[in-house]
């Protein structure tokens, strides 16, 4: 073919300078995306702060419901003063007050939703994952009255749960009234999760933690910036309500030492693989009553006959009991005390929950958690008193290392136990006791207390995240290389005989067009050159849009999304300037071997010594 109309390394000129991305959609905007920070978050964080406000007061409103309850079932009166169920003198009648109470959760989940089965924080994560986190409007209100009924009744659960479900309904629903995207609705149900954890424990930063890790999966400030602020907005309502005390009260605590540290290590260890034990015994449970011959509305009242009854024995077992978790940590029960509650409190709160009831978990697990710390705790000090374990340390990495183990939430965790003790020198053997147990239970369980109810059903969850590796990489890494042009005033029957000589350079499956002036106009595929109606068709004619190209300083993310937006499988690449020029063509063939560079470097293990600086690894391949 002449010259001409087939060319490499051509210019073009008149283009603009920004690509385009799809009608009306500037790829700046696309980059102001990818990087998080635009007007949108601005938008969005402002609903986030008012839906935290209003999610703050729920949850104290929820609170005071629960008191309200426990008050006229425990004590026959009408009040909403904070009152544990343990003091009652009900005797042998106390049996039958969470029988009842469970019979009015199993009515409510029979004919009202069976969604407010459960703890609240899978239920969140299932709407997240798998249904553009929309929940229904009737959660809104059905989960936290059935919440309160089951634990104002002496359901062995914590408030906290169904509080963070609530403010997740909340965030929800505003994001189903208002015209956002199902990310910015996620954002949205994951800063009323976390406001109602941040009002309930005045825990703001392990609320977002917790947000990142059970909810978001991610961390970009398009995410992170509005569960932020709602966090921070819904602990400023908790302290005016409260005001500043933390959650649990604890005298102050002395710096541990290394032999301490390493104590606090082996704790955090041990009681991980009791999580382990302790997440299987929940879903064992909850097996056994699927094989009961009876309907499932009727199994919260079946699992709530043995909360009766260790509640007869142990009254301490009823309720939310967050009394119960400070008087461990800071060293107020007798070590007896201690293991008869946390035995009981396990064993009543696996049975009711189990049953499919409407409760949380963080509670029963930091007093188990707790418990079995400090009695380790107590353990170490007496066969080892060198180590100079302190058992209000200990407890406090036994709580935290529970719901590390069990959640997989880690640092939301650590920072938790901090924040609600106000410690600081607790942050070391936290860090060190909750590593660990995150260890032990990642190595002895694939799923965790959250998530395995949700993998049951089929799906996959996948609990960690990390940065877009298309992100990490420019387009200038992967697509620089000599480009095959076509001229717009050739012909179809021309080009067509060119292809057919199966030369060197026509093994590619497309092709960019350009005018008489250099201008990229297109690009043209076999498809369209084989299937043109008529040999004398110019080239020109078969370009069918406009043209769809991608700077070489864009990532290899914004690329994609721009192939996905235009439904095209290959790229121009542009070099900025006054004149842009074409320097070369990406294909979704090089998206993927970009990504063989990062499962080289996940999976192939090598002995490596740096003397000197290395030189840059290319990515690009031309063959």
């Not at 690509?19 to 635009?38: E, I, M, N, T, W």
């Not at 709407?127 to 409007?137: A, E, G, K, M």
């Not at 199902?182 to 933690?209: D, I, Q, W, Y």
Request: hydrophobic share 50%; charged share 15%; proline share 5%.
């Amino acid at each position: 073919m002449p010259e001409h109309e087939i060319e490499s390394a051509s210019t073009t000129e008149g283009l603009p300078v920004a690509p385009s991305f799809g009608p009306g959609l500037a790829a700046a905007q696309v980059r102001r995306h990818a990087a998080g920070v635009d007007a949108r978050v601005a938008a969005i964080s402002g609903a986030a702060v008012v839906l935290a406000l209003a999610a703050a007061v729920v949850a104290q409103l929820l609170t005071r419901l629960i008191a309200l309850i426990t008050n006229a079932a425990f004590y026959g009166r009408f009040s909403s003063a904070s009152v544990s169920p343990a003091g009652n003198e009900l005797g042998w009648l106390v049996v039958l007050v969470p029988v009842a109470g469970a019979l009015v959760v199993g009515l409510m989940a029979r004919y009202g939703s069976a969604a407010i089965r459960g703890h609240g924080i899978p239920e969140a994560m299932e709407q997240v994952l798998f249904n553009q986190s929309r929940i229904p409007v009737r959660m809104t209100f059905l989960k936290p009255l059935s919440a309160a009924i089951s634990i104002g009744t002496g359901g062995p659960f914590g408030a906290e749960g169904p509080i963070i479900a609530t403010g997740g309904s909340l965030g929800s629903l505003v994001g189903q009234l208002l015209p956002v995207t199902a990310e910015e609705r996620k954002t949205l149900l994951a800063a009323g999760a976390a406001a109602g954890m941040a009002a309930t424990f005045g825990s703001p930063v392990s609320a977002v933690l917790l947000a990142i890790e059970l909810l978001l999966f991610e961390y970009r400030p398009r995410s992170l910036v509005p569960v932020a602020l709602a966090s921070a907005a819904a602990t400023g309502v908790r302290m005016a309500f409260l005001g500043n005390a933390p959650a649990f009260a604890v005298s102050d605590i002395a710096q541990a030492g290394g032999p301490a540290l390493a104590g606090y290590v082996v704790i955090g260890a041990l009681v991980g693989l009791a999580s382990v034990f302790v997440t299987r015994a929940v879903y064992w449970i909850e097996d056994a009553f699927d094989k009961l011959p009876i309907h499932w509305m009727w199994w919260p009242a079946l699992g709530a006959i043995p909360v009766g009854v260790i509640g007869y024995f142990v009254p301490r077992t009823l309720g939310v009991g967050y009394d119960n978790i400070e008087q461990i940590v800071s060293g107020g029960f007798a070590l007896r005390t201690v293991a008869l509650l946390c035995g009981a409190k396990f064993v009543s709160w696996a049975i009711s929950l189990g049953s499919g009831t409407s409760g949380g978990t963080l509670a029963p697990l930091f007093t188990i958690g707790g418990g079995l710390g400090a009695l380790l705790g107590a353990l170490g000090a007496t066969a080892l008193p060198a180590l100079g374990l302190d058992a209000r340390v200990a407890a406090l990495v036994g709580m935290a290392a529970m719901f590390a183990g069990a959640s997989r939430a880690l640092l939301a965790s650590v920072v938790f136990a901090f924040e609600a003790t106000h410690q600081p020198f607790g942050l070391l053997p936290l860090l060190g006791g909750c590593s660990a147990a995150f260890l032990i239970s990642s190595l002895l369980m694939r799923t965790s207390i959250m998530t395995e109810k949700i993998v049951r059903r089929g799906a996959r969850v996948v609990s960690e995240y990390a940065i877009d590796f298309l992100d990490q990489v420019l387009v200038r890494d992967v697509a620089l290389r000599e480009v095959v042009t076509v001229s717009a005033d050739d012909t179809a029957g021309r080009l067509r005989a060119w292809l057919t000589e199966r030369g060197e350079r026509t093994s590619h499956n497309g092709f960019p067009v350009v005018d008489a002036s250099g201008a990229v106009i297109g690009v043209v595929t076999r498809r369209d050159v084989f299937g043109a109606a008529a040999p004398e068709a110019r080239i020109g004619e078969l370009v069918q849009r406009p043209p769809v190209w991608v700077h070489e300083d864009s990532s290899l993310r914004e690329a994609a999304d721009l192939m996905l937006h235009e439904k095209i499988g290959r790229l121009p690449v542009l070099r900025p300037g006054a004149t842009p020029e074409l320097v070369g063509i990406l294909t979704r063939s090089d998206l993927i071997e970009a990504h063989a560079l990062r499962v080289q470097r996940a999976t192939r293990t090598e002995r490596t010594l740096l003397f000197s600086r290395p030189g840059a690894t290319p990515l690009r391949n031309d063959g």
